[in-house]
T-cell receptor
Framework: GQQVMQIPQYQHVQEGEDFTTYCNSS?????IQWYKQRPGGHPVFLIQ?????EVKKQKRLTFQFGEAKKNSSLHITATQTTDVGTYFC????????????FGTGTKLQVIP | DGGITQSPKYLFRKEGQNVTLSCEQN?????MYWYRQDPGQGLRLIYY???????QKGDIAEGYSVSREKKESFPLTVTSAQKNPTAFYLC??????????FGAGSRLTVL
């Protein structure tokens, strides 16, 4: 079945440093979504990318969808303590049912 | 307020007991999902449902059961057959674009 892997699993950064997490799917995705889960909370939708090679920005966050639509990345510029949490990518399968598989997640710690 | 309500927030269960976790949404979404999250782990799909009276097994369905009798409701039963049920359970609903909205979760502990 579809597998979605993320690297790194954990990342500690000094406040102000940049951070990047990478997402790789074993199958081609029709779209990819990113979610953020704060400690003790639930995942919250950040963004969806649909087109091959698409790049979207949300303030200090930059999201990219690969040309082959099998990988994606999230880059945070100048991290802040509010960025702490686990970032997940997720993608639906290509079948008729809306099965959404989540990546393994990257846990970000920001050291003030 | 539109959203997803999960209950209970915390639940303790003795070994051998079945428990049912409630999930209700008022977002008018067709699709609903149950995920399991273990400490420091990602989200693993248990069951999902695209329409009323229809549901599909996810990646870790063994020891769990669901029903979808109403569009708004998708309860999950953790049966005694689930070997290691202690976990954080997340319910979500999805729009046509597969964007998911999650509930606050139910934390189940087996004593």
């Amino acid at each position: 079945g579809q597998q979605v892997m993320q690297i790194p699993q954990y990342q500690h950064v000094q406040e102000g440093e940049d951070f990047t997490t990478y997402c790789n799917s074993s199958t081609t995705l029709s779209n990819i979504q990113w979610y953020k889960q704060r400690p003790g909370g639930h995942p919250v939708f950040l963004i969806q990318l649909v087109k091959s090679g698409e790049v979207k920005k949300q303030k200090r966050l930059t999201f990219q969808f690969g040309e082959a639509k099998k990988n994606s990345s999230l880059h945070i510029t100048a991290t802040q303590t509010t960025d702490v949490g686990t970032y997940f990518c997720a993608g639906p399968n290509s079948g008729g049912y809306q099965k959404v598989t989540f990546g393994t997640g990257t846990k970000l710690q920001v050291i003030p | 307020d539109g959203g997803i309500t999960q209950s209970p927030k915390y639940l303790f269960r003795k070994e051998g007991q079945n428990v049912t976790l409630s999930c209700e949404q008022n977002l008018n979404h067709d699709a609903m999902y149950w995920y399991r999250q273990d400490p420091g782990q990602g989200l693993r799909l248990i069951y999902y449902s695209q329409i009323v009276n229809d549901f599909q097994k996810g990646d870790i369905a063994e020891g769990y059961s669901v029903s979808r009798e109403k569009k708004e409701s998708f309860p999950l039963t953790v049966t005694s057959a689930q070997k290691n049920p202690t976990a954080f359970y997340l319910c979500a609903s999805g729009s046509g674009a597969n964007v998911l909205t999650f509930g606050a979760g139910s934390r189940l502990t087996v004593l």
